[in-house]
């Protein structure tokens, strides 16, 4: 994922900067208003950190001008802690709210769920008739519940079914742990690591291509298919 922080303090900036990078998000920093605008027009990015007191532009301005330019998701992240500024910063285009101090768990939560509401909002790879979804040397075959690689049939459970289709929908993308357990177990993350470490495990041993599962040390899982 990658982030862009406009945060004009530079030791909150590096403090958060840290934090995010120990979780596999990967940040460039705008020190104000017009730099992050530069940077959106020029770059590429999953989730903005909105800081709303900026030496250039008032950070309202900045929200509204960006949702010009996309519609990327905007965390605003303030010391305004009053009902209007969350209010209008809401009406006017930001996807969520943060009041300074935050706890940097509770952040990291919310930066996930406003990037995974943004990519159900995106088209999935297209599947073929049949609900056929064919990523390299694997076919997942989703009304039969089938999968094959380099075109022998593999015998999945029902978890490593779902699990595997999960990760195919969005090839590359990392999926955190918490983020599988919750649609694949359809429960929380307390207590069940191991069970997914387990399901993994097998998955990599019935496809017989273990790189394809690739682990991001700290954050969750991806589909890694090979270079074409």
């Not at 209010?87 to 706890?103: F, Q, R």
């Not at 940097?104 to 297209?126: N, Q």
């Not at 191991?194 to 991001?216: D, F, G, M, Q, Y």
Request: with cysteine.
């Amino acid at each position: 994922m990658r982030l862009l922080l406009v945060e004009d303090d530079e030791h909150v900036a590096a403090a958060l900067i840290a934090v995010l990078g120990r979780h596999g998000i990967s940040v460039a920093h705008a020190r104000g208003g017009e730099d992050a605008l530069t940077r959106l027009r020029n770059g590429s990015f999953d989730v903005v950190l909105l800081d709303l007191t900026l030496p250039d532009l008032d950070g309202f301005e900045v929200c509204g001008r960006i949702r010009r330019l996309t519609s990327i998701p905007v965390i605003m992240v303030t010391a305004r802690a009053d009902v209007r500024s969350r209010i209008h910063g809401l009406n006017i285009g930001a996807d969520d709210y943060v009041v300074k101090p935050y706890d940097t768990g509770e952040l990291l939560a919310r930066i996930h769920a406003v990037s995974r509401r943004k990519a159900a909002e995106e088209p999935e790879r297209a599947e073929g008739p049949g609900g056929v979804l064919s990523l390299g040397p694997v076919t997942l075959e989703h009304a039969s519940r089938q999968v094959t690689v380099d075109g022998e049939r593999i015998a999945l459970t029902r978890k490593e079914f779902d699990l595997l289709a999960l990760l195919a929908h969005r090839p590359g993308v990392v999926f955190r742990r918490e983020q599988i357990i919750s649609d694949v177990w359809q429960t929380s993350w307390e207590g069940t690591g191991r069970t997914l470490e387990v399901h993994i495990a097998s998955l990599r041993s019935k496809l017989r291509r273990p790189e394809l599962v690739e682990t991001v040390r700290g954050v969750g899982y991806r589909l890694a298919l090979p270079p074409r």
